[in-house]
């Protein structure tokens, strides 16, 4: 039998929870629709519980390839029955552990974050933002309350007034269990609060952080992984790299991808064009990637090279170009003819050591 219910909690008393929960058809549809805005192609969801949401997201969404995750293996297999499609694939993963290579299109979880206390909160929107591809949507729907907290207190009051139902269905025990959720959902390292939840989105690095919809206590929140740069043709040399936002001094601009490690036997087969974006570093040739191939040199530069990282010396405004220092470059005998147009410019830029 497919066992309806929320997360962990298969129970038989779904459809009496449901009678206390008012808005669940209409938050589904509205998720489903925006993902259908989206245009999306991939779609990955952690803590799928039964497939309720997953459900609503696969009817408005058909062609879109759903990875539904959760971490209980018996979740997992009740919720294979309860969702049957070519386009639905399951996975029992741990949202505060997964890993992918893969970015999806769209990221969502249901009424999962509400369940953590704060630092795992942040593991999980860590794991969300790792998963999504550069441009991609979050999309979420949780328990988020308003700042003033006087609206806070009268959204709980609306709910827990909802609760007397069981009473007339004979069910002090579920009263009673959900009064004690509700109490566990209020403290102070697990509520969600609008500012602080945004705040915390944000530092894990997601933009544009939106409500698309509150009814009562829940929410429709959407956010996005932008771009942090943009490559495009620069006045100090061919193509150059510029922020796509503002960045803080001591921010990470630019993450270089080290992965392509050349000899030095490769680096003489490369052309003219490709050895421009030759890195050595500790005795070794990289093959740097895009972005940070496209950095151009600077007599001002406004970031430095760190961990394998552009961090911004200074404040960066957002349209400005991201620029290194080429002198800190260890190739042997490396020497350039500057074109930065800074008033320090030196003219040549040679190996600083
Ligand atoms: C790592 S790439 C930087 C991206 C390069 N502008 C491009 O379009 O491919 C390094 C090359 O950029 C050029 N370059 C970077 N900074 C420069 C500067 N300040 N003045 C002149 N050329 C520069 C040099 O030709 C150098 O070999
Ligand atoms: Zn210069």
Redesign the pocket.
């Known amino acids: 039998m497919v066992k309806r219910g929320f997360g962990k909690e298969l129970n038989k008393d779904y459809a009496l929870i449901l009678k206390t929960w008012p808005y669940e058809k209409e938050l589904h549809t509205k998720t489903a629709l925006e993902i259908q805005k989206f245009n999306a192609k991939s779609f990955i969801e952690f803590g799928c519980g039964s497939g309720e949401a997953t459900a609503f997201i696969h009817k408005y969404n058909p062609g879109m390839k759903i990875l539904a995750t959760d971490v209980d293996p018996a979740v997992i297999s009740n919720a294979k029955h309860f969702l049957k499609s070519k386009n639905i694939f399951f996975k029992v993963a741990d949202a505060l552990k997964f890993r992918t290579d893969k970015g999806y299109d769209v990221v969502s979880s249901s009424h999962v974050i509400h369940n953590f206390g704060r630092a795992k909160q942040s593991k999980m929107l860590k794991t969300m933002y790792s998963a999504l591809r550069t441009g991609g949507l979050f999309i979420i729907k949780d328990k988020i309350l308003p700042d003033d907290p006087v609206k806070r207190e009268r959204l709980w009051q609306r709910q827990i007034d909802r609760f007397k139902l069981y009473d007339e269905y004979g069910r002090p025990d579920l009263k009673k269990k959900m009064l004690e959720h509700e109490a566990k959902d209020k403290s102070p390292d697990v509520i969600l609060i609008e500012t602080p939840f945004r705040k915390m989105l944000e530092s894990v690095g997601f933009r544009d952080v939106k409500i698309l919809l509150r009814k009562d206590r829940d929410v429709i929140l959407t956010a996005r992984k932008t771009f942090d740069v943009i490559v495009k043709r ?1 006045k ?5 790299v510029f922020a796509a936002r503002d960045f803080k001094k001591g921010e990470i601009v630019v993450k270089w991808d080290v992965s392509h490690r050349l000899t030095a036997k490769d680096v003489k087969r490369l052309s003219i064009d490709e050895k ?2 030759v890195a050595y570093m500790d005795h070794k040739y990289i093959l ?1 990637q895009p972005p940070a ?6 007599c001002d530069a406004n970031t430095y090279a760190k961990d394998f990282c552009d961090v911004a010396k200074r404040d960066i405004k957002k349209g400005e170009e991201i620029t290194g220092d ?1 002198s800190e470059d260890e190739t042997p005998g490396f020497e ?5 147009r800074s008033r320090n410019c030196k003219g040549i ?1 040679r190996r600083k050591t």
Do not use: A, L, Q
């Open positions: 620069s100090i040399e061919g193509r150059g421009k974006y740097m191939r496209y950095v151009n040199h600077s080429y350039m003819k500057c074109n930065c830029i």
